[in-house]
Every structure is written in C-alpha cells, then in structure tokens.
C-alpha cells in the first residue's frame, strides 16, 4: 500500500509515478548553495543523490481521502507519450498507484493542478490524437494566472491537456485562495510559475501541505532564502515558500512533497 498520513478526517496518500535523474546538475539549479548548506541537505535527504553523483528525484502525486470524496493533487508524469517524454522516465506508474490505494480514476471529484510544468500534469489527459480526461467525473483546477502565462510556461500544453478539458468542461479557473467543497484549501504560491498553487489539509493544529514545486529539493526547506534557477520569480518564490514554512510557528506543520525522497517531511526541516 502507498504511504499515507491523516490529518483529522483525511487521509493524505502518496502516488508514485517514477523516479529519475534530474535533467541538469543541481549545483547549476542552486548556484548560491555552499558546501555546507549541501551537505546538511545530503544529511536530511541522502536518497535524492544517487550514486553518479546525480540529482535524483521522485515523481509523485498526492490523493486527499476525506468524507466527501476524493481530491488528486498534480498528476504526475504521465504515459509514455506525454508531454514529459522528453526527460523524465515515463511511462509513469500513477494508475497503478491509485489501484493499490483503491482509488479508481472515476472516483476522483477534482484534481489540483499546482501548475503546468510536463511532470505535474502527465495523467490529467490522456489518449494522443484523441485525447480524453483521465479523471472522468473530475473538475481541474487550475490559477488563472497560470492560464494567463501558458505561452510563457509551455505553449504545447494547450492544445494536449487545455483544450481538451475545456472541450469537455471540466477545466475550472481559481482566482487566489479557494476553499474546495471537500474542505481543503487551495492557496496561490506563485514565484516558480506565476500561477502556482499549493494545497493546504487543515484540523486544529495541525496542518499539511502539499507544496507542488514549492520545494523541490530539501535544500530548500533548511535555507529556503536560496534561488532556484528554474523560477521564474525567484523573490516572489521565496515571499511563497516563506509563507508556508512560517505555518510552523502556529501549527505542527508537515510537507508532502513530489519530489523528496520521503513524501512526507516535517516542516521545522531539521
């Protein structure tokens, strides 16, 4: 069975999709980063180096089980003719990961987008030439900022995963901090992508959130001041990924991330 945490009523349960080598060195997507700052990452997170030296990451998704119904945060990195074909290794192992779940794709009611880079929406379309939602019965949600900056992101997506679900209705368009009908919250995150978004499952004190590429790499939750190369507003990256971790002040605060090692990190990182 996958991994899973609850929180309260939920339960948060980690898809796997694949794992696989990043497709530049991370010295170059962290310029900034010492030594030091290194190794305390290689301390918290030994599995995200592998044994050339490589960075190494997971590829995951996020399904949120509560008692009104099934959310599905990011959809991995798809078949083997998605759009991350192009360097990540697909085909990717989501739909099996639901089953082991027993989640099956009809039953999801909204899958989150964080935003549109190839190895965060793989599975939200599928079928090539004749392309279908692979959540049948799922509204997608998507910043509309994100939409807004499609030609900056990744033109190509348009026409394999945008019009698709706006042929058939299920793409819904957020303007800022939303609150699903299952009781999550979604909150925008921008500075990776300029319609980032991140999913927050809230009870008491406790509080977990599903970071998207907020964080890519634990670096990021010991420093996470350090500039990423592959943001696109590295400041405003940072004003979002501060925002989050300063949870921790008031709550007990976890992390569940796609690209860690472990899918579920506690947010005070050391």
């Known amino acids: 069975m996958p ?3 609850k929180v309260g009523p939920y ?4 898809l796997t999709d694949g794992a696989g080598p990043f497709f530049s060195p991370r010295a170059e997507a962290f ?3 010492t030594a030091e700052q290194w190794s305390a990452a290689d301390r918290f997170d030994p599995g995200a180096l592998d044994a050339e030296g490589r960075w190494w990451l997971q590829f995951r998704a ?3 089980r509560g008692d009104r119904g099934v959310t599905l945060v990011d959809a991995g990195i798809g078949p083997a003719d998605s759009p ?3 360097w990540a290794p697909v085909p990717g192992a989501l739909p099996d990961s639901l089953a082991e779940a027993g989640i099956e794709p009809s039953e999801v009611e909204t899958v989150v987008l964080t935003h549109l880079h190839t190895d965060h929406v793989g599975w939200a379309v599928v079928g090539g030439k004749e392309p279908r939602p ?3 019965n799922a509204r997608y949600l998507l910043q509309r900022a994100e939409l807004d900056a499609l030609e900056q992101i990744n033109p190509p997506l348009r026409s394999s995963v945008i019009d698709p679900l706006r042929t058939t209705g299920q793409l ?3 303007d800022g901090e939303t609150t699903l009908r299952s009781g999550e919250r979604v909150i925008a995150t921008p500075g990776h992508t300029p319609g980032h978004q991140s999913v927050l499952v809230e009870s008491g004190r406790e509080l977990l959130a599903v970071t998207g ?3 890519v790499h634990a670096i990021q939750l010991l420093h996470p001041d350090l500039t990423y190369a592959h943001e696109m507003d590295p400041q405003q990256a940072r004003v979002s990924r501060t925002h989050v971790l300063d949870a921790r002040t008031t709550h007990t605060l976890h992390l569940a991330t796609p690209h860690l090692t472990d899918p579920f990190v506690v947010g005070g990182g050391r």
């Open 3 to 5: 991994l899973s945490m």
């Open 11 to 14: 339960t948060v349960i980690a």
């Open 31 to 33: 310029p900034d980063a």
């Open 62 to 64: 996020f399904a949120i």
């Open 84 to 86: 991350a074909a192009a």
């Open 134 to 136: 692979f959540f049948p």
């Open 172 to 174: 819904h368009l957020l």
């Open 213 to 215: 590429d907020l964080l």
